[in-house]
C-alpha cells in the first residue's frame, strides 16, 4: 500500500519560502506523476504542480514564478518550494500520486497546515 | 486557468439522486476524457470516486457514475446515503499539460 506523508515547517514568515517535502512508502517513486495540492481553509482544492520521477516539471501559471518541485528518487522524496508567501499562502499542503494519462490523483498525503504570520 | 464551474451546493433526501455539473471549457473538460472526481469529508483527505469521466475504482459504489457531454462533466449519485454528505471536487487535464480543479460542491443529506 503506497503512502505519502508530507513533512515540514507549520509556520512561515511574510516574505520568507515555504518548504515541504514528502516521503513515499510502500512503493517506488518511478513511472508516476507527484503532485503539490493546497487548500486554504474553507475553499476548494488547488493543483500547484508536479514533477515527473525523471525531473521534468509543470506548474500552475497563476504560481509559476514562485515555485519549484524537486525530486531525490534515492530516497524516494519530492519537496516543494513557495518563495515570496503571504497570508493568501496559508493552507493545507497535501501531496499527491498522479496515474500518467488518465491524469487522476489516487493516492494523498495526510496533508499538513502551513501558516503563513509574522 | 481558470477554476472548473460547480454549483456551491446540492442537496437531496435519502434514497433520491442527484446530480453534480462540472463546466470547463474546449481547452479542459470537453478536449479530453481526462476528469475525475473526488469526495472530501470535512478535515479529511480528498478521495478519488470516478477517472476517466465514468470509471469508478476498485471499492468505490456503484451508486456513483460520471458522464461528460461537451464541456461539462457530471458526477451522479444514486440512492443517497447520510455518510454521502461531503465536499465534491471535480478535477481535468488541461490542453496547457497542466491541471484544474472545480470550486467544490457542498451535498447535503436532508
Known amino acids: 500500500q503506497v503512502q505519502l506523508q508530507e513533512s515540514g515547517p507549520g509556520l512561515v514568515k511574510p516574505s520568507e519560502t515555504l518548504s515541504l517535502t514528502c516521503t513515499v512508502s510502500?512503493?517506488?517513486?518511478?513511472?508516476?506523476?507527484w503532485s503539490w495540492i493546497r487548500q486554504p481553509p474553507g475553499k476548494g482544492l488547488e493543483w500547484i504542480g508536479y514533477?515527473?520521477?525523471?525531473?521534468?516539471?509543470k506548474y500552475n501559471p497563476s504560481l509559476k514564478s514562485r515555485v519549484i518541485i524537486s525530486v531525490d528518487t534515492s530516497k524516494n522524496q519530492f519537496a516543494l518550494k513557495l518563495s515570496s508567501v503571504t497570508a493568501a499562502d496559508t493552507a493545507v499542503y497535501y501531496c499527491?500520486?498522479?496515474?500518467?494519462?488518465?491524469?487522476?490523483?489516487?493516492?494523498w498525503g495526510q496533508g499538513t497546515l502551513v501558516t503563513v504570520s509574522s | 486557468q481558470s477554476a472548473l464551474t460547480q454549483p456551491a451546493s446540492v442537496s437531496g433526501s435519502p434514497g433520491q439522486s442527484i446530480t453534480i455539473s462540472c463546466t470547463g471549457t474546449s481547452s479542459d473538460v470537453g478536449g479530453y476524457n481526462y476528469v475525475s472526481w473526488y469526495l472530501q469529508h470535512p478535515g479529511k483527505v480528498p478521495k478519488l470516486m470516478i477517472y476517466d469521466v465514468s470509471n469508478r475504482p476498485s471499492g468505490v459504489s456503484n451508486r456513483f457514475s460520471g458522464s461528460k457531454s461537451g464541456n461539462t462533466a457530471s458526477l451522479t449519485i444514486s440512492g443517497l446515503q447520510a455518510e454521502d454528505e461531503a465536499d465534491y471536487y471535480c478535477s481535468s487535464y488541461t490542453n496547457s499539460n497542466t491541471r484544474v480543479f472545480g470550486g467544490g460542491t457542498k451535498l447535503t443529506v436532508l
Open positions: 510502500g512503493g517506488s517513486i518511478s513511472s508516476y506523476y
Open positions: 514533477i515527473y520521477y525523471i525531473g521534468s516539471t
Open positions: 499527491a500520486r498522479e496515474i500518467p494519462t488518465p491524469y487522476y490523483f489516487d493516492y
